[in-house]
């Protein structure tokens, strides 16, 4: 199964003229709401003003040189590595999720547009299983353990919002209903799961303007940026209150040293305290 390419028996019943059509829509779809929503949430208006400010509030000029090295940071970490997540599960399963989607979406591309009829087409067949299967096992974590309103609110894990879980959902059931399809084509179940999977696809690329799909276009700009102005001072047009570790600061504030030295007093468990499970 995993080494023969899905829609090569599909291009019996269907064109891959119209398959490629398809793609093409869903492409579109999330290109023009991706727009919509920058338009309608004023979110590259607020990006452009916010950096503005920050210039004006700049106490070094950034360097070419300088700005490079933030930009390939910034992809290395932020964008590749998601070392932006401090808890190691939500890391994982936003990794898996991650690079599972692209795979998925890149090789069902390839095998629509290059090998439409073809069942041996190369490595690519495997590569959109596995990719399905990655995208599966990351968005199926997310959803039962790591959404907020799961893991820190207490609700169970099926209740949903139509609006914050509609990407989340979206992901679960296309990845699913794909792998499904995959294994029983041929058959009136195949026909079903096929019907389910188009369905699914459909839904998560056509509500891009109401869930939080285009959020993965504003996280690198928006990661990017705060390196940007930590390093020209304008600390995101907050107040600069300098090095704590700085002997200045600390006999300006005496109790620095107290709260944030080599043995702070005990606070209390804070985030680490029980989890919410007996809600």
Known sequence: ?????????LSGFISPMAMQIYIIVMFLLVIGSTILDTIHKKSAQYFFENAKKAQKNAK?????????????STVAGEV???SEFNNPQRRLSHLLTMYGFIIFVVSSVVQIF????????GVWPMLWHLGAAMLAVGATWFFLFIRVDVSSEGKPWYKLELRGDLFIVGLVTTSIFSLLWSATQGSTL?????????TASTVLFSTVLWSKFAHMFFKPAAAYQKKITRADGSQENLPDLGELTDPAL??????????????PPYMGLGIKRERPNHY
């Open 60 to 72: 070094r000029t950034v360097g070419a040189g300088e700005k490079m090295g933030l930009a390939i």
């Open 114 to 121: 290059m090998f439409p009829t073809e069942a041996a087409a």
């Open 190 to 198: 195949g026909w079903i799961f096929f019907i389910l999977f188009v």
């Open 80 to 82: 590749l590595t998601s």
């Open 1 to 9: 199964m995993i080494s023969t390419n899905p829609f090569s028996e």
């Open 250 to 263: 600390q006999a300006r504030y005496p109790d620095i040293p107290e709260y944030m030295g080599t043995n």
